[in-house]
């Protein structure tokens, strides 16, 4: 029979063609049974040499796609029958283009589930985006000794896999910051490290929660966290916030897990009450219930004393304390970690190494070494200075030039803010306005599940300086000054 055949080139000669043969057999214009043109022939045929027209033969007989015969020439194997994705063609001739795979819909929960953050926007100059740090400050030149130091040890080391929950260094670096600057008294053996904060909250949830199981959520609240829990099958109940934060007294009875952000509630920033922390302490106690304290930035705070951890206040075992490095360093760095109640760490251990094993150990130990010699606190203070002066900046617009269509919600932490719009203007609409003059903005109402939506805005102060929070901002209020006129 014919086989046309393109070569393109004199690149990478045996590849082509092995992948335009496997390409025919999966697309069923070679049928099984069917006999090929001999190597030589073939070789001839579209002028390459007879070996590499074999050593294709070769490797498709050791793959299974094709048979050889003794005395018959090689023929399509049967067993591609299978494999098949499409009718083969009328023609006798096989033209060996890509094939196109039959439209196919499998039933999954995620099919349905909404994007977890916003996408980058090219047109965006000054980008308020929420979560993300201010990377030009990082000490680099330190980080670089300390991922130097880590390769020398990795060098000297045997191969192999690492403890699931975590490199020892890293977890002792943990245990004494979490001991220093958040009260959480744990031993190293208490904390997995995993996959960022996200990872540590998915960790939990498999571990914990069953299909049909009701878990509690803050209404509104942290989309990620509520994506992984719906993902399980879980019965996810928003339960709304105040002034003092998780309305206790709404919780579901039956709910077996509560996820929190008490220090700096996510996305409004309000820290929750001494009265409230002990009240649904209490209540997971009586409850049988695990609480979820997602501490995610509350390194930097601005005003007032700095609030205990639900954690520190935990004595009977009812708090799993998550935190990351994410909002500390950058968020290419993906180390989190959970310090949960003693009955669970050998489940998330389990979990861990279930899940990817254990987490990329160059980067444990680099930031091991980063946090044990003091370069972490030292970055971590320089940064609370930056990100005060970039606070009070955004201040400045909030209660000044943007008044009549921001007002700021009281926050005392964190890098970033929450803005409740004081016009008609829709909060959509907003953020294309804020987006003509290159200033990226960006809503509260997807953050809502129960509750009607609060039109406002997130507002990200950690990757914008104070001059490009002065810049972007007088450019939005010169905007919405002409559209109100």
Same mark, same amino acid.
């Given at each position: ?7 393109? /080139? ?17 697309? $069923? ?39 050889? !015969? ?24 096989? +033209? ?57 040890? +990795? ?15 890293? !977890?002792?670096?943990?245990? !004494? ?87 700096? +509630?996510?996305?409004? /920033? ?8 002990? +009240? ?36 009977? $075992? ?81 209660? $000044? ?70 810049? $972007? ?13």
């Amino acid at each position: 029979m014919d086989v046309h055949l393109t070569i393109h /080139g004199r690149h990478d000669l045996a590849g082509q063609l092995y992948r335009q043969l496997r390409t025919a057999i999966l697309d $069923g214009r070679l049928v099984p049974g069917e006999r090929l043109p001999s190597t030589r022939d073939l070789a001839l045929q579209i002028g390459v040499s007879r070996k590499t027209t074999l050593d294709v033969f070769e490797r498709l007989i050791a793959e299974g796609y094709l048979r050889p !015969r003794a005395g018959s020439g090689t023929f399509v194997a049967e067993a591609t029958e299978g494999l098949r994705t499409r009718t083969p063609a009328a023609s006798p001739a096989v +033209q060996l283009a890509s094939p196109t795979p039959p439209a196919r819909t499998f039933d999954t929960p995620w099919n349905n589930m909404p994007a977890v953050l916003p996408m980058p926007r090219a047109n965006i100059v000054y980008d308020f985006v929420g979560g993300v740090t201010e990377k030009r400050l990082f000490p680099f030149d330190v980080w670089r000794r300390c991922v130097a130091h880590a390769l020398r040890q +990795q060098a000297r080391g045997r191969g192999g896999y690492h403890d699931p929950a975590g490199d020892q260094a890293l !977890r002792l670096a943990i245990s !004494r910051y979490l001991a220093f600057s958040r009260a959480v008294v744990c031993a190293w053996a208490d904390i997995v490290v995993t996959h960022g904060a996200q990872q540590a909250i998915d960790l939990i949830a498999r571990v914990l929660v069953r299909t049909g199981d009701t878990v509690a959520i803050e209404d509104p609240g942290y989309p990620p966290a509520r994506i992984a829990l719906q993902a399980l099958g879980a019965n996810v109940v928003p339960v709304p916030v105040d002034a003092e934060g998780l309305i206790v007294d709404a919780l579901p009875k039956h709910a077996k897990l509560v996820y929190v952000t008490p220090s700096h +509630q996510f996305p409004l /920033g309000m820290p929750m009450s001494l009265a409230r922390r002990a +009240q649904l302490l209490d209540w997971a106690q009586r409850h049988d219930a695990l609480i979820v304290e997602d501490d995610y930035d509350s390194e930097f705070r601005f005003d007032g004393r700095p609030m205990e951890s639900l954690k520190s206040l935990d004595a009977a $075992g009812c708090v799993a304390y998550v935190g990351t490095f994410s909002k500390t360093i950058f968020p290419e760095l993906r180390i989190g970690y959970v310090v949960p109640p003693a009955s669970l760490v050998a489940p998330l251990r389990h979990a861990k190494q279930v899940a990817d094993w254990h987490s990329e150990s160059l980067m444990q130990a680099a930031l091991a070494k980063f946090m044990l010699d003091g370069d972490f606190s030292k970055y971590l203070r320089r940064m609370h200075k930056e990100y005060a002066a970039r606070r009070n900046a955004l201040l400045r617009h909030l209660r $000044g030039p943007l008044a009549p269509w921001l007002a700021p919600v009281p926050s005392a932490a964190g890098i970033h803010m929450a803005a409740q719009l004081q016009t008609p203007l829709p909060e959509a609409e907003l953020v294309k306005l804020a987006e003509r003059v290159g200033v990226g903005l960006y809503g509260t109402a997807r953050m809502y599940v129960a509750r009607p939506p609060q039109p406002g805005l997130l507002i990200g102060y950690g990757h914008v300086n104070v001059a490009e929070i002065d810049t $972007g901002l007088g450019k939005l209020a010169e905007l919405l000054a002409t559209v109100a006129t």
